[in-house]
C-alpha cells in the first residue's frame, strides 16, 4: 500500500531525533591513537630519510630539504599508485601530517584532470591548489615580517 506524500513528511526536529538514533558512536580514542601512532611513523619516517643524508654527507642543517623533497616524493607517488588513499583510509588524520597531505591534495588534483592533457590538465591543475597556498604564504609571512620590523 502507497503512502500518500502527506504521511511522508516530518518536522525538521523529527528527523533530527531519528537521524541520531540511528548515527554510530565515533570511536574517538581508537581514531585519536591511531592518527597519533601514523602520523609519528611518518615523521620517523622522515627523521630516518634525514638521517640518512646526513651519513651521506650533508651538513645538519642542509639535510632537511632534501629530506622534504624525498617525503613529498614518496606521497606524490604512493598517490599515483592508488595506495595513499587505501593508507590515509586506514590511518586517518595521521596521513594529514602537512608535508604528506599537501604533496597528495597536489598529485590527486593533477591526476583528476590528466584526461585532458599534460599542460591544460595536469600542469594547470595542480597549481590549483598549490597557488592558494602560496598566496597565502606569501601575505602571511609579509605581515609577520612587517609587524617584526614595526616592532
Known amino acids: 500500500m502507497a503512502s ?7 518536522s525538521v ?3 533530527r531525533r531519528l537521524a ?15 592518527a597519533f601512532v601514523s602520523g609519528g611513523a611518518i615523521c620517523l619516517l622522515g627523521q630516518a ?10 651538513p645538519p642543517a642542509e639535510a632537511a630539504n632534501p629530506t622534504v623533497v624525498t617525503v613529498i616524493f614518496l606521497a606524490s607517488l604512493l598517490t599515483g599508485l592508488g595506495l595513499f ?14 608535508v604528506t597531505g599537501f604533496a597528495n591534495s597536489l598529485t590527486a588534483a ?3 584532470f590528466k584526461k585532458e592533457g599534460l599542460v591544460l590538465g595536469v600542469g594547470a591543475k595542480i597549481f590549483s591548489l598549490a597557488g592558494s597556498v602560496l598566496l597565502f604564504g606569501v601575505v ?3 605581515v609577520v615580517g612587517l609587524f617584526s620590523a614595526l616592532f
Open 4 to 10: 500518500s506524500p502527506e504521511e511522508l513528511k516530518i
Open 13 to 15: 526536529a523529527e528527523y
Open 20 to 34: 541520531a538514533g540511528e548515527k554510530p558512536a565515533p570511536l574517538l580514542l581508537r581514531n585519536a591513537l591511531t
Open 49 to 58: 630519510i634525514q638521517n640518512s643524508y646526513i651519513a651521506f654527507g650533508f
Open 85 to 98: 588513499d587505501r593508507l590515509a583510509g586506514f590511518t586517518g588524520a595521521g596521513t594529514a601530517v602537512p
Open 110 to 112: 593533477s591526476l583528476e
Open 140 to 142: 602571511t609571512a609579509f
